[in-house]
C-alpha cells in the first residue's frame, strides 16, 4: 500500500477517536429520564454502547479482521449522535411552541 494512503488511514482511524469520546461524555451528561422522554433506551445502555464505541475506535484498526471492530465503534457513536442526541436534547428543552 502506498505510504499516502497508509497516511490517510493513519488519519481516518485516530480523527474517529474523539467522535467516541464525544458521544460518551455527551451521554454521561444527561438526565436518565431525558433517554425513556425521548423514547430511546436507557442512559446505561447507551453508556455502555457509546463506551464500547470509545473502546473499540481507540484499540481497533483496519489491519486484518479488526476492522469489523472499528466500523462497528464508529457506527455505534454516529448513530448516537445522530439520531439519540437531537432527540436527547429536544426532550430536555421541551415544546417550545406548545
Known amino acids: ?10 488519519i481516518i482511524k485516530w480523527a474517529a477517536v474523539p467522535v467516541g469520546v464525544f458521544a ?3 451521554a454521561l451528561m444527561q438526565r436518565p429520564d ?3 422522554a425521548a423514547d430511546r433506551m436507557t442512559k446505561p445502555a ?7 464505541a470509545a473502546v473499540a475506535l ?4 483496519f489491519a ?6 472499528w ?6 457513536a454516529l448513530v448516537y449522535i445522530v439520531d439519540v442526541r437531537p432527540k436527547l436534547n429536544e426532550a430536555q428543552r421541551g415544546n417550545r411552541w406548545g
Open 34 to 36: 431525558a433517554f425513556t
Open 46 to 52: 447507551w453508556l455502555a454502547i457509546t463506551a464500547g
Open 24 to 26: 460518551f461524555v455527551h
Open 64 to 69: 486484518g479482521i479488526t476492522w469489523m471492530f
Open 1 to 10: 500500500m502506498p505510504e499516502t494512503a497508509i497516511l490517510i488511514l493513519v
Open 71 to 76: 466500523m462497528a465503534g464508529l457506527v455505534a
Open 58 to 61: 481507540l484499540l481497533f484498526s
